[in-house]
């Protein structure tokens, strides 16, 4: 697959099944990962790699990071937290390092995470593998960043669940460019 087909093919996939993407599949990924542009080249970025009983473990901390913060959950939810990990056989944790620097605002150090997980998950999409990029309040949640390990000048850019598509991609309408490229004239 070019590099253009790659970018305009990859969709996002909500359910992924086995085959995880093997060891040379991921290893490429991360390779590519690590290419992302970088200001000063400070390397902001490290990725936690989670299957198996890992997952299981991670539903677990949603649980309790959840009900941390209420008390009040239901069976239903607790289940569905609990499973949320298992939505993918694979999940690499992105972690952003806020490494001050003074000539790099801290916002550059998330953009150059976006642009190596997009790497990441581009590089999966071309090997035949498919992603998909979550956050929500879980990924800041106090139990959860401890329990991945997180040091006070790190956070979770992203959890990147991948595998192979469950379903068949949905179509992609492309945008109309018109709508969000202009030239400026001065
Ligand atoms: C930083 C970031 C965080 C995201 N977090 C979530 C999320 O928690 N839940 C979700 O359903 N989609 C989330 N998304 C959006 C999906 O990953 C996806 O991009 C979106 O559904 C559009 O689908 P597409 O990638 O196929 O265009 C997030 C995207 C980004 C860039």
Redo the contacts with the bound molecule.
């Keep these: 697959m070019d590099t253009l087909d790659a970018i305009l093919t990859?969709?996002?996939q909500?359910k992924l099944v086995e085959p995880a993407p093997d060891a040379a599949a991921l290893a490429a990924a991360f390779a590519c990962a690590l290419r992302a542009p970088d200001h000063r080249v400070l390397r902001p970025w490290r990725y936690l790699v989670l299957r198996g009983d890992a997952l299981r473990q991670l539903g677990e901390v949603f649980v309790d990071a959840s009900r941390a913060a209420n008390p009040d959950l239901d069976a239903n939810d607790v289940e569905r937290l609990r499973k949320m990990p298992l939505r993918a056989p694979l999940i690499v944790v992105a972690v952003t390092v806020h490494k001050p620097d003074p000539k790099v605002p801290d916002e550059e150090l998330l953009l150059s995470t976006?642009a190596a997980v997009q790497n990441f998950m581009l590089a999966l999409h071309a090997q035949g593998f498919a992603t998909?990029?979550?956050?929500?309040l879980l990924a800041k949640a106090p139990l959860v960043r401890a329990a991945l390990g997180l040091s006070g000048e790190e956070s979770i850019?992203?959890f990147i669940y991948a595998g192979t598509a469950a379903a068949e991609p949905?179509r992609i309408v492309p945008l109309p460019i018109g709508e969000y490229v202009s030239e400026w004239q001065g």
Excluded at 132 to 136: K, L
């Design positions: 990859r969709v996002s909500g976006g998909m990029w979550r956050t929500g850019s992203g949905r």
